[in-house]
T-cell receptor
């Protein structure tokens, strides 16, 4: 059974650009959550999607957005990139929302220069 | 305000001995707790979890203890192995209502041969 797949693995962007990251959940999982990991702040929750609807959102500016497709794949977008957006972005999937069995992908390492 | 705290950034243990990783939380609504292990450049891997209705859960070398009155949980690894060297994250959730995980900042465990 394939795990959570995130693409791309690594990305370098310049300030002011925008970026889109992709996440394919485990087959049969319909809930997808996104987290940002930085050295100083640990893993911080960005947002959660279930059945193409955003259920929950963390404390991030509106430059961070996401969506989920009918096949449960999810994308997150960051517009007007800032240096502080450099981080490892992790996607987690579950069968349904509940925060009890989240499986993570390997993450996308975003570097903003 | 950090709702989940791992106060020890690092821990060093000799191979074969017990590793004890600690985690404190402040939100009494949390009813499910998880431990994840993370290697560099990889996503977190689920280790073990515990519901708030229990005070202990065991899986092989890993045991999680929950003390609800003290809002404290701990992960015991016995015996510790060099392959256990990684960053360990404690996470908590309110099942169903929110679904997202609140993570501590992690403890880096080093198991020396």
């Amino acid at each position: 059974k394939a795990g959570v797949t995130q693409t791309p693995r690594y990305l370098i962007k310049t300030r002011g650009q925008q970026v889109t990251l992709s996440c394919s959940p485990i087959s049969g999982h319909r809930s997808v959550s996104w987290y940002q990991q930085t050295p100083g702040q640990g893993l911080q929750f960005l947002f959660e999607y279930f059945s193409e609807t955003q259920r929950n959102k963390g404390n991030f500016p509106g430059r961070f957005s996401g969506r989920q497709f009918s096949n449960s794949r999810s994308e997150m977008n960051v517009s007007t990139l800032e240096l502080g957006d450099s981080a490892l972005y992790l996607c987690a999937s579950e069968r349904s929302p509940g925060g009890t069995e989240a499986f993570f992908g390997q993450g996308t390492r975003l570097t903003v220069v | 305000d950090q709702q989940v705290k791992q106060n020890s950034p690092s821990l060093s243990v000799q191979e074969g001995r017990i590793s004890i990783l600690n985690c404190d939380y402040t939100n009494s609504m949390f009813d499910y707790f998880l431990w994840y292990k993370k290697y560099p450049a990889e996503g977190p891997t689920f280790l073990i979890s515990i519901s708030s209705i229990k005070d202990k859960n065991e899986d092989g070398r890993f045991t999680v203890f929950l003390n609800k009155s003290a809002k404290h949980l701990s992960l015991h690894i016995v015996p510790s192995q060099p392959g256990d060297s990684a960053v360990y994250f404690c996470a908590a959730s309110v099942r169903g209502s929110q679904g997202n995980l609140i993570f501590g900042k992690g403890t880096k465990l080093s198991v020396k041969p």
